[in-house]
């Protein structure tokens, strides 16, 4: 299956703020994280998406549809949950979840049958007949996550869906996102400001900085591979200084990361890692190439980086490792 959301070169304007400058980005199956700080442009990308507001510049293409000249037609096929709580209070879940399918052109037995089934789905079937009011911050956003599957969409934008969750609430949340992605086939488009959110559950990521997509791809591809090797050794602290000291000798880089370390030098480094170790009489737990987080990369292009100038952030990868500030005496 080929992209759910395709957007080209996409320019929206509020006034004099610039939202999105150019964005060229695509969707594909599965989930997919939307990343950006705040005034990214991740919500104007939404509601463009949607067919709320229309783009200034560029073209979107929702399942082939461009939702600025048939929004209906999109929004038929999608479902959205809003960040914001803003829920009557007063009113059943299993009435508003109702209300909203027919909205969505579902018959009134049908959206009633939907409406019912879609909060079980979403862990609220004992609770379907509660007033919105008298529900938990948590229950409210499974309302608002039942409501945007009740009408069986194919494309679901999330919100922030984890806003204002404890810890529980948050992993049961994303645990039911990962569920929608990947057995119930519905393609998800979750943004998120919470980069362990997007790496935990997510099949690719689109990150925004300055109205640009600054990297976007499959989270395999954006973490890549860094430069160097991930070390972490299993010996005494002595041994430990000591193998280090070799190994810097050699002109290698040392940083530490983590229980170990990560080590960029020549094309031998393996060689010279693992001879240093025996030499030492120390042993390696692990030892293997970096990978880079997916929160290097944010940082990587959310720090003043132009990614039309830096071919690493164009191409959607980011693998620089700084020098350490001093050698590893202090180790």
């Not at 004099?16 to 442009?41: F, H, K, R, Y």
């Not at 979107?60 to 009557?88: C, K, N, Q, W």
């Not at 037995?109 to 911050?137: C, F, H, I, K, Y």
């Not at 960029?264 to 060689?271: P, Q």
Request: proline share 7%; net charge negative.
């Amino acid at each position: 299956m080929g992209a759910v959301v395709e957007v080209s070169g996409v320019v929206k304007r509020w006034g004099q703020t610039l939202a999105l400058g150019g964005a060229t980005c695509e969707v594909g199956p599965g989930v997919t994280g939307l990343l950006g700080a705040n005034g990214a442009g991740k919500t104007s990308l939404l509601g463009l998406i949607l067919g709320l507001d229309h783009p200034d510049e560029g073209a979107i293409r929702v399942f082939g549809i461009d939702p600025a000249t048939a929004g209906p037609d999109v929004r038929a096929l999608l479902g959205y949950s809003p960040e914001h709580h803003l829920l009557p209070p007063d009113v059943k879940a299993v009435d508003f979840v109702r209300h909203v399918a027919e909205v969505h052109g579902l018959p009134h037995r049908e959206a009633t049958n939907r409406a019912s089934d879609v909060l079980w789905q979403v862990g609220l079937g004992e609770e379907r007949g509660r007033p919105l009011g008298t529900m938990s911050t948590g229950q409210r956003q499974r309302v608002k996550l039942a409501q945007a599957l009740a009408h069986d969409p194919h494309l679901v934008l999330l919100d922030e869906p984890t806003d204002g969750l404890d810890p529980m609430q948050r992993d049961a949340m994303l645990e039911l996102i990962h569920r929608i992605g990947h057995e119930f086939g519905i393609t998800v488009l979750l943004s998120s400001h919470l980069l362990e959110e997007v790496e935990r559950i997510c099949d690719a990521a689109i990150i925004l900085n300055g109205g640009l997509v600054a990297a976007a791809g499959s989270l395999d591809e954006l973490r890549g591979e860094g430069e160097g090797v991930a070390v972490e050794f299993d010996g005494d602290q002595p041994l430990v200084d000591a193998t280090l000291t070799t190994i810097y000798n050699t002109g290698a880089v040392i940083r530490p990361e983590g229980r170990g370390f990560v080590i960029t030098g020549d094309d031998r480094l393996f060689t010279t890692v693992r001879d240093a170790a025996a030499a030492s009489g120390i042993g390696i737990r692990r030892l293997g190439r970096r990978t880079v987080s997916l929160e290097e990369v944010f940082l990587g292009v959310g720090a003043g980086s132009d990614p039309a100038q830096d071919p690493r952030l164009a191409a959607g990868r980011y693998g620089h490792l700084p020098p350490p500030p001093s050698p590893p005496g202090g180790f």
